[in-house]
DNA sequence: AACCAGGAGAGAG
DNA sequence: CTCTCTCATGGT
């Protein structure tokens, strides 16, 4: 077994009860709108606590905005009104046009659903502002595809488990997806509880 | 009252 | 490829 096999077994076991909101969130049944939900939801999320994300979401849900297409049609102050709450409305309004626009030119999200994933994440990281965490969690968490999201947390716990010195991303991610098994799920779950452990900051036993 | 939070882009070296 | 700066809000 590998260390980061070993790593999953024991985050499951010290924080497999607990789920968060964000997982919880993410794990909901999905139809498209909860899809186009956690896409608005990744944009907003970027360098911003989840507390301040989810007055933003509730700002758009309160008016029933909570739609890519509805993103399309707002008017960019009201747009940015509602988003105030996640900080960087600014760009944050202008990167969530352009994944909606993006989305929309391409037929749809069950139509990029079918497309092969890492054509489509090619796709995604040329959207501007969706860099390769946010195009990672929407097609792990938006398109139930099979990309392990990496982010600080998963690069600290690297460093701390000595599974990898190194930081870049790619190498990261792909040692991640070596290691487990190819199932979305799983890797959901994974990345979930690097999270919470990351956050709730429980003493690890080293294995 | 500074400091930080599931980042990304732009620019420099 | 690796820094560094900017963007902005709300919680502690």
Known sequence: MTKIQKLHIELREKYGALQDQWSLWCKRSKNSRNREEVIIGSILTQNTNWKNVSKAIDNLKKEKLMSLRNILLLP????????????FFNSKSKYLRNIAEFVNENGGISSLMKEDVLILR??????????????DSILLYAFD??????????KRICKEKKICRKTDYEHIRKLFEKNIKKDFAIYQDFHALIVMSAKLKLPHTLV
Not at 76 to 87: W, Y
């Open 145 to 154: 595809k099979p990309i392990f999201v990496v982010d600080e947390y998963t």
């Open 122 to 135: 090619e796709k995604l990281l040329k959207v501007k502002g969706v860099g390769r965490e946010t195009a």
């Open 76 to 87: 960019t102050e009201k747009l940015q009104e509602l988003i105030r709450p996640a900080g």
